[in-house]
């Protein structure tokens, strides 16, 4: 059985994750659509090759961790492409049952560019996806940042292509410095030290293949009280039942990046091609 995303819960305290939080701001209608029936896992292929990359990513980071050296080609193409099919598998996937096996495919490729580009540029790796909690203003708040290292905080991603303005307005960034910042003070007193630098590695595909392109920022006091500030409206607006839908033209609104593209009450039949 896979170790838990997240720590459990405390008692009478309003909870949201990290990813919650994301997908609410992203899309508040397909937050409300997918809390209507927890018990079903929703995905695209998209999505499927994000969670592929994953387990090849945690496999080679545990590798460093246990053994001192990085997990093979092979080794993390394996982790990755049995991830895909497992949450294949247990998920309900839109799309047609030919994308997903080309998305197999797909996996195994983006994590062949994971194990040559990104991870020969992530050594001493300190954790990996290790849950993380903090109360902060009267809400938990909880996330397992992909990695960590010496040099600071580290995420995934296989979706859009990344640009610099983005990985520095990145909220799951500065939640993870928070989460960072508050355990290690709790465990070891160091005051109000920051993770010294965080950073995106965004695995994308293009007409030429996979390619990764690391992008380094860093969080500060201010960046922080922003993140608490926008946190604390999410979670009143949820406990409020608000869910308003994407905005208009946004990249993820769509048929390839949203699961609920076809049950949408947002979005007219002509788009959905009914």
Aim: charged content about 20%.
């Amino acid at each position: 059985m896979p170790a838990p995303k997240y720590p459990p819960p405390l008692e009478g305290i309003p909870r949201i994750t990290n990813s919650t939080l994301n997908l609410y701001l992203k899309c508040g209608l397909r937050w409300w659509m997918e809390k209507q029936q927890p018990d079903v896992r929703w995905a695209t292929v998209r999505m499927l090759i994000g969670t592929g990359l994953g387990a090849g990513a945690l496999a080679d980071n545990r590798s460093k961790m246990d053994r001192g050296t990085a997990a093979t080609i092979g080794d993390i193409t394996d982790a990755a492409v049995a991830a895909y099919e497992i949450e294949a598998g247990a998920s309900e996937v839109p799309e047609p049952k030919t994308d997903i096996a080309t998305g197999k495919d797909s996996t195994a490729e983006a994590a062949r560019v994971f194990a040559l580009q990104v991870s020969p540029q992530t050594p001493g790796v300190i954790e990996a996806e290790r849950p993380l909690l903090a109360v902060l203003r009267g809400i938990q708040l909880a996330g397992t940042p992909d990695v960590v290292t010496d040099s600071g905080i580290g995420d995934y991603k296989t979706g859009q292509p990344w640009t610099q303005a983005r990985a520095d307005a990145s909220r799951q960034l500065t939640a993870y410095s928070i989460l960072r910042r508050v355990n290690s003070n709790r465990h070891n007193g160091s005051g109000t030290a920051q993770p010294r630098r965080v950073w995106i590695d965004s695995i994308s595909h293009s007409a030429k293949g996979w390619t990764a392109q690391r992008w380094w920022s860093t969080r500060n006091n201010d960046d922080m009280e922003a993140f608490l500030q926008v946190m604390t409206r999410a979670v009143a607006g949820m406990q409020a039942g608000v869910a308003l839908p994407a905005a208009e033209n946004s990249w993820h609104c769509s048929a390839k990046w949203c699961p609920q593209w076809k049950r949408c009450p947002a979005v007219n039949a002509g788009r959905k091609g009914i």
